[in-house]
């Protein structure tokens, strides 16, 4: 079983930076793709960011273009969102994710960790 576990989570004013990891551990294993969502208070959890493993392709939400970053460690165990200029609207929970096999769901989870963007 691969375990998640989200870090990097905080209050910052707007403008401000953060950078979230996301770490893998359990069996070793080369998803086909890792992820970032978030859920604010209310609605239902979006997608914000993700990369396919294998290669350099990143995709982001519209809202997210041009101020954060999906990136990877060379050993392939981390996934990182850099996230910058950050507005109030960004407050949420982000959850890390993979995708174990091309055409399936995101299937594994992380708990969250909460970023809260003060105005």
Do not use: H
């Not at 990891?21 to 793709?33: I, N, V």
């Not at 208070?41 to 990143?58: I, Y």
């Not at 519209?62 to 990877?72: E, H, L, N, Q």
């Not at 982000?94 to 909460?114: D, F, L, N, P, R």
């Amino acid at each position: 079983q691969v375990q998640l576990r989200e870090s990097g989570g905080g209050v910052v004013q707007a403008g401000g930076s953060l950078r979230l990891s996301c770490a893998a551990s359990g069996r070793k294993y080369s998803p086909y793709a890792m992820g970032w969502f978030r859920q604010a208070p209310g609605t239902e959890r979006e997608f914000v960011a993700s990369m396919v493993w294998g290669g350099a392709s990143a995709r982001y939400a519209d809202s997210v273009k041009g101020r954060f970053t999906i990136s990877r460690d060379k050993a392939g165990d981390a996934v990182f969102l850099q996230m910058s200029s950050l507005k109030p609207e960004d407050t949420a929970t982000y959850y890390c994710t993979a995708k174990i096999i091309k055409g399936t769901t995101w299937s594994e989870w992380g708990q969250g960790t909460q970023v809260f963007v003060s105005s």
